[in-house]
């Protein structure tokens, strides 16, 4: 951790509360997220995990606190891989860069380097429906990539997919956060995924989401999902996570 | 820090010989990666020879066909009615084929799709402009946006008596009714295409910082492109429908058209030509018909809404 505490903070949250009516979704959340950093987002439904990445995206307004981003570009991936079916899966990775005004020939070929990151050079020509589920989120992922944002934002992207290819898509992910050196905020459900990726899982609280913990993740890297290690501290998770859930059930 | 996963390699490290190189991890990822996206791609299903592909859809057709002409037949042999009213398959068939080698039979014909295809793109123009206000101005939409499906259910029919009066017996006359039949179907096509874009394509167009134009552009429009295609087809039917109603009402003269030339037919009690008529303006709209499903489903398959 010492090392990146000293990198530069990038996401910046004080005491932001953000409700829907009567609903208060969010509760005085306090969060900073620094360069390079892979925070996960851990919580049980209701716990506004979503709401939180959608306010750092600026998809939604803050009811109070301050949010800073510093001006910083911000991606954000869903559950859907959500690619638009008239276009190629190389369309679809150059239209953040067709949009961003990028020549014709510069899109095409920064689409292909894309394409080769999430290792999908072959698939270019292809339509989004010829492709499987995790193939459409590395695709989905590419398209991030190419708006070429600071801040990567993902709301469990991979809750749809079968365990082995999630496994794999794990390893993928991580391979692609070192290299190209992003900072990434992960929201999940999986006690062991967050485990898995995260430098930090951030623990929050249901009705109203809080941060209840902050857990600093520092087995080695590359790590496995079955490893002991993530094994034992996704327990220890677990435990806090399931308790907070008992809280809801009188 | 060679090795990928620690744990799993310890065992058999102990074990194999020293010349037993461990894979690079970078490419036992491209390995496992690329073999998962094998595994779950679906192998291409042949779906046999064109040949019995066209005669698996053909030979119900034919035989439908095949079953109304058998009915027609019974009903003339059983003299139903006089033979000179309702005559047999074979005068009609041998009329409708001198009749189409006429050079008059197909000014007729072209005359009677200039107005179809001029009165069915203004219809679109005309369609396109409406949906496209309505679904954007929620007040316009509440104005009008249940008049454009009031209109769509009216029969074309009543209008004429006043496009007449409008617009005496001229082209203008059809051409009024025409549009006034197809353009609702347009501008509604239009309006539940960009009404029901998907959610998560609307998030990713807000994600990827669409605005304005470029959200029109690069999102509303080509989303919405199946629903239009859906009205300009419905467009079609109703303009076509209208159009003949119109043809024989409104005789403007010097235009021989198909339905000037049925109506000539019925004067002269010439029951072989009308039939041979009828089967002229439904086998256009069957054409047409398949020129729009064509489409249609070519879009389909391109976005994977079929079953390929």
């Given at each position: 951790?010492?090392?990146?505490?000293?990198?530069?903070?990038?996401?910046?949250?004080?005491?932001?509360?953000?409700?829907?009516?009567?609903?208060?979704?969010?509760?005085?959340?306090?969060?900073?997220?620094?360069?390079?950093?892979?925070?996960?987002?851990?919580?049980?439904?209701?716990?506004?995990?979503?709401?939180?990445?959608?306010?750092?995206?600026?998809?939604?307004?803050?009811?109070?606190?301050?949010?800073?981003?510093?001006?910083?570009?911000?991606?954000?991936?869903?559950?859907?891989?959500?690619?638009?079916?008239?276009?190629?899966?190389?369309?679809?990775?150059?239209?953040?860069?067709?949009?961003?005004?990028?020549?014709?020939?510069?899109?095409?070929?920064?689409?292909?380097?894309?394409?080769?990151?999430?290792?999908?050079?072959?698939?270019?020509?292809?339509?989004?429906?010829?492709?499987?589920?995790?193939?459409?989120?590395?695709?989905?992922?590419?398209?991030?990539?190419?708006?070429?944002?600071?801040?990567?934002?993902?709301?469990?992207?991979?809750?749809?997919l079968d365990a082995m290819t999630r496994d794999i898509l794990h390893d993928e992910l991580e391979r692609i956060w070192r290299e190209?050196?992003?900072?990434?905020?992960?929201?999940?459900?999986?006690?062991?995924?967050?485990?898995?990726?995260?430098?930090?899982?951030?623990?929050?609280?249901?009705?109203?989401?809080?941060?209840?913990?902050?857990?600093?993740?520092?087995?080695?890297?590359?790590?496995?999902?079955?490893?002991?290690?993530?094994?034992?501290?996704?327990?220890?998770?677990?435990?806090?996570?399931?308790?907070?859930?008992?809280?809801?059930?009188? | 820090m060679a090795i990928k996963y620690p744990s799993a390699r310890a065992g058999l490290e102990g074990t194999t010989a020293q010349a037993?190189?461990?894979?690079?991890?970078?490419?036992?990822?491209?390995?496992?990666?690329?073999?998962?996206?094998?595994?779950?791609?679906?192998?291409?299903?042949?779906?046999?020879?064109?040949?019995?592909?066209?005669?698996?859809?053909?030979?119900?057709?034919?035989?439908?066909?095949?079953?109304?002409?058998?009915?027609?037949?019974?009903?003339?042999?059983?003299?139903?009615?006089?033979?000179?009213?309702?005559?047999?398959?074979?005068?009609?068939?041998?009329?409708?084929?001198?009749?189409?080698?006429?050079?008059?039979?197909?000014?007729?014909?072209?005359?009677?799709?200039?107005?179809?295809?001029?009165?069915?793109?203004?219809?679109?123009?005309?369609?396109?402009?409406?949906?496209?206000?309505v679904s954007q101005f929620a007040p316009l939409r509440a104005a009008i946006g249940s008049l454009i499906t009031g209109l769509q259910?009216?029969?074309?029919?009543?209008?004429?008596?006043?496009?007449?009066?409008?617009?005496?017996?001229?082209?203008?006359?059809?051409?009024?009714?025409?549009?006034?039949?197809?353009?609702?179907?347009?501008?509604?096509?239009?309006?539940?295409?960009?009404?029901?874009?998907?959610?998560?394509?609307?998030?990713?167009?807000?994600?990827?910082?669409?605005?304005?134009?470029?959200?029109?552009?690069?999102?509303?429009?080509?989303?919405?492109?199946?629903?239009?295609?859906?009205?300009?087809?419905?467009?079609?039917?109703?303009?076509?429908?209208?159009?003949?109603?119109?043809?024989?009402?409104?005789?403007?003269?010097?235009?021989?058209?198909?339905?000037?030339?049925?109506?000539?037919?019925?004067?002269?009690?010439?029951?072989?030509?009308?039939?041979?008529?009828?089967?002229?303006?439904?086998?256009?709209?069957?054409?047409?018909?398949?020129?729009?499903?064509?489409?249609?489903?070519?879009?389909?398959?391109?976005?994977?809404?079929?079953?390929?």
């Amino acid at each position: 951790m010492s090392l990146l505490q000293q990198t530069e903070a990038v996401v910046r949250l004080e005491s932001i509360s953000k409700s829907y009516g009567d609903l208060l979704a969010l509760d005085r959340v306090s969060l900073t997220v620094r360069q390079g950093e892979f925070v996960c987002l851990l919580g049980a439904s209701g716990c506004g995990k979503s709401t939180l990445l959608s306010l750092v995206a600026g998809l939604d307004g803050i009811s109070g606190g301050s949010l800073d981003i510093g001006g910083r570009r911000v991606s954000l991936m869903f559950q859907e891989a959500a690619l638009f079916p008239w276009l190629s899966v190389r369309g679809n990775v150059e239209l953040p860069l067709r949009l961003a005004g990028v020549s014709r020939t510069e899109r095409r070929k920064r689409a292909d380097e894309l394409l080769d990151i999430v290792r999908l050079r072959d698939f270019g020509d292809k339509r989004p429906h010829e492709l499987s589920g995790g193939m459409r989120q590395r695709v989905a992922l590419a398209r991030a990539l190419a708006q070429n944002a600071d801040i990567l934002l993902m709301d469990e992207p991979f809750g749809a997919l079968d365990a082995m290819t999630r496994d794999i898509l794990h390893d993928e992910l991580e391979r692609i956060w070192r290299e190209q050196q992003l900072t990434v905020m992960f929201v999940t459900h999986n006690v062991r995924e967050a485990v898995r990726l995260g430098d930090r899982v951030i623990l929050l609280s249901s009705r109203p989401g809080r941060v209840i913990e902050d857990y600093a993740i520092t087995h080695e890297r590359p790590r496995r999902i079955d490893s002991p290690e993530v094994s034992g501290q996704a327990a220890e998770i677990t435990d806090r996570l399931r308790a907070e859930v008992a809280r809801h059930g009188h | 820090m060679a090795i990928k996963y620690p744990s799993a390699r310890a065992g058999l490290e102990g074990t194999t010989a020293q010349a037993d190189v461990p894979e690079a991890p970078e490419k036992v990822a491209a390995a496992e990666v690329s073999g998962l996206d094998a595994l779950e791609l679906q192998p291409h299903r042949d779906r046999g020879r064109l040949s019995r592909r066209i005669w698996r859809s053909t030979w119900p057709k034919v035989l439908a066909i095949g079953i109304v002409l058998l009915i027609w037949q019974i009903a003339v042999w059983s003299e139903w009615k006089p033979i000179y009213v309702l005559p047999s398959p074979a005068t009609v068939f041998t009329d409708l084929g001198t009749v189409i080698t006429t050079g008059d039979f197909w000014d007729g014909v072209r005359v009677t799709m200039t107005r179809a295809f001029t009165g069915f793109l203004l219809a679109v123009a005309i369609g396109t402009i409406i949906g496209a206000l309505v679904s954007q101005f929620a007040p316009l939409r509440a104005a009008i946006g249940s008049l454009i499906t009031g209109l769509q259910t009216m029969p074309s029919i009543m209008w004429f008596p006043l496009a007449i009066l409008l617009f005496q017996l001229s082209e203008s006359a059809i051409l009024f009714v025409v549009v006034l039949g197809a353009a609702p179907s347009v501008a509604n096509g239009l309006i539940s295409g960009i009404d029901y874009v998907p959610r998560t394509w609307l998030r990713v167009g807000q994600v990827l910082g669409m605005r304005g134009f470029a959200k029109y552009r690069h999102l509303i429009l080509p989303a919405s492109l199946p629903s239009f295609i859906s009205g300009l087809k419905q467009g079609w039917a109703f303009s076509w429908r209208s159009l003949m109603a119109g043809e024989l009402l409104v005789i403007v003269p010097g235009a021989l058209s198909i339905g000037v030339r049925m109506q000539q037919a019925r004067d002269l009690s010439d029951s072989s030509l009308v039939i041979s008529y009828i089967i002229v303006v439904l086998v256009i709209g069957i054409l047409i018909d398949v020129l729009f499903n064509t489409a249609d489903n070519a879009l389909r398959k391109r976005w994977g809404l079929v079953g390929s």
